[in-house]
């Protein structure tokens, strides 16, 4: 059932937090540094910015180091093992620190605790953690440090998924002067069988497309020149709301507020509509990219994973796509060793790969999630066997980004210049419309400016140039 209104939590308990947030400001014995440690995805990403802008309203500043930080938090992700794995072991690590800095205070936080069971495990395995909380309560951050501060006892909350809601006017402290991340719905209702996602980040919540203008309004004030949309699956933006504006609609309306660059990501297959192509083709200033996972080539699993699309009908939305947008430049997501893939399945996946012609691609080998369908069927694949078809698609994809990457030699292509580059500082570095890194021979000055620059060589996952004439 639609809502008829995004489930925004009541303005009234974000102001008592940022009451909490001021009132930790002014507490004798706290923490004065942090760091904030982040793993995953973008959302996550965007998620550590408004930690960063509480903790800011909480009195404390970014610390030099994380050995020198007197608070660090960890921002998990549980998406495969290895992500788990990760965040876990710098935890581990923070417990010898803990040693000899006793008052150092640690939190953990993120969509790894909200898997059934973390919360105990953390109060059992790691009690050196301080704090521990879940997605759905990160507005509460204030909140449960001031009781852990307090108490002098630890803290583990999680709220369960229906408790998901928006928090809207939080504080945030972004990391870019130029790019901004904009969060348009949380959640996912698709339930891939081998996602972990839908469990731990809850239904999806599109937040008021209002709400999303009015924050691109000001980041355009800001300065900002380019903005990366972000949702599991932004397709589906607006449909769990009664008379909201769909994705497309929303996409034209950013076009309107004249921010120079706008991305968005990810787009799920199934729901790639013809009105959103038509947005991309007529689009003022929605950059010809598209993350368009597709993770696998067989029918039989993609059938199995549940993505409710065929090879055949991702086929023809790619083709839709290019024939109105011929410049569009794919990326995708694409698993290997998912229970029951045979190596026919997996020359399928090669095939489509080869078929598309991606500029790159993410490959992941399977990794089972407790919980989720896949983790329980039958045909696991050993690690042995997704290895070697991991190493060869990787191979294959190599093969096609220097086809493409070729294509784009004698080209001007606008890029957003980021950075001097770290190897030679006569080189500075941005991305291209299609979130290509480009170097060439620059300055500082230009950074943070959109210049043209014309293609000349290519890498293996970056682009060279010049400067062409402005
Ligand atoms: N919502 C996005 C992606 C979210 S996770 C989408 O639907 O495309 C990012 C990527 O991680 C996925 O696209 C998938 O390729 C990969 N992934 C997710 N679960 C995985 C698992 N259990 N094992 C291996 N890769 C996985
Ligand atoms: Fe996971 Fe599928 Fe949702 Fe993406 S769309 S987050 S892969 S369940
Ligand atoms: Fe990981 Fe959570 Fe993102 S599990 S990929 S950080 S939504």
Not at 51 to 65: F, I, V
Not at 381 to 398: F, H, M, N, P, Y
């Amino acid at each position: 059932m639609k809502r008829t209104e995004a489930i925004e939590l009541p303005a009234e308990e974000i102001a008592h937090q940022r009451a909490l947030m001021r009132e930790f400001a002014a507490l004798e014995s706290r923490p004065h540094t942090y760091c904030v440690v982040t793993y995953g995805c973008q959302m996550n990403a965007r998620d550590s910015e408004t930690l960063e802008g509480m903790l800011s309203e909480m009195g404390m500043t970014p610390a030099a180091s994380r050995e020198e930080a007197d608070f660090v938090i960890f921002n998990t992700c549980c998406v495969r093992d290895n992500a788990q794995r990760r965040a876990l072991g710098n935890v581990v690590w923070l417990k010898e620190l803990k040693k000899t800095r006793p008052e150092l205070m640690v939190a953990v936080c993120g969509c790894m605790m909200q898997q059934p069971g973390m919360g105990e495990q953390i109060l059992r395995q790691y009690p050196f953690v301080d704090v521990a909380f879940g997605t759905h309560n990160l507005y509460r951050f204030a909140q449960l440090m001031l009781q852990a501060v307090r108490t002098r006892r630890r803290v583990v909350e999680v709220l369960g998924d229906d408790e998901g809601s928006i928090p809207e006017e939080l504080p945030v402290r972004r990391s870019s002067p130029t790019h901004a991340y904009i969060t348009i719905m949380y959640g996912c209702n698709n339930f891939c069988s081998y996602c972990i996602v839908p469990y731990v980040r809850g239904r999806e919540r599109s937040r008021a497309s209002a709400r999303i203008l009015e924050e691109a309004r000001q980041l355009k004030d800001e300065g900002i020149k380019e903005i990366m949309l972000l949702g599991q699956n932004v397709n589906s933006y607006g449909l769990d709301v009664e008379g909201e504006l769909s994705f497309a609609q929303l996409l034209a309306a950013l076009d309107g507020v004249g921010i120079e660059r706008i991305r968005f990501m990810t787009s799920h297959p199934k729901d790639l509509s013809d009105e959103l192509i038509e947005v991309m083709a007529t689009g003022k200033h929605i950059c010809h990219a598209l993350h368009l996972p597709v993770q696998h080539g067989s029918d039989r699993i993609l059938a199995s994973m549940n993505r409710r699309y065929t090879r055949e009908r991702y086929m023809e939305r790619v083709r839709a796509l290019r024939e109105r947008v011929p410049d569009v430049s794919l990326t995708t997501d694409l698993i290997v060793g998912y229970p029951g893939e045979t190596e026919e399945d997996f020359e399928q996946t090669c095939d489509l790969v080869r078929q598309v012609g991606y500029d790159s691609a993410f490959t992941f080998i399977y990794s089972p999630r407790v919980g989720t369908r896949a983790a329980d069927m039958p045909g696991q694949i050993d690690e042995a066997t997704s290895s070697r078809r991991i190493q060869k698609l990787i191979a294959v994809q190599k093969e096609i980004t220097r086809e493409r990457f070729a294509g784009y030699i004698g080209q001007v292509h606008s890029v957003l210049v980021d950075e001097v580059s770290k190897r030679d500082e006569t080189q500075v570095a941005g991305k291209n419309e299609y979130n290509i890194t480009v170097n060439f021979p620059g300055s500082r000055e230009l950074i943070g400016q959109i210049v043209r620059v014309k293609i000349t060589s290519a890498g293996e996952s970056t682009l060279r140039g010049e400067l062409a004439q402005q």
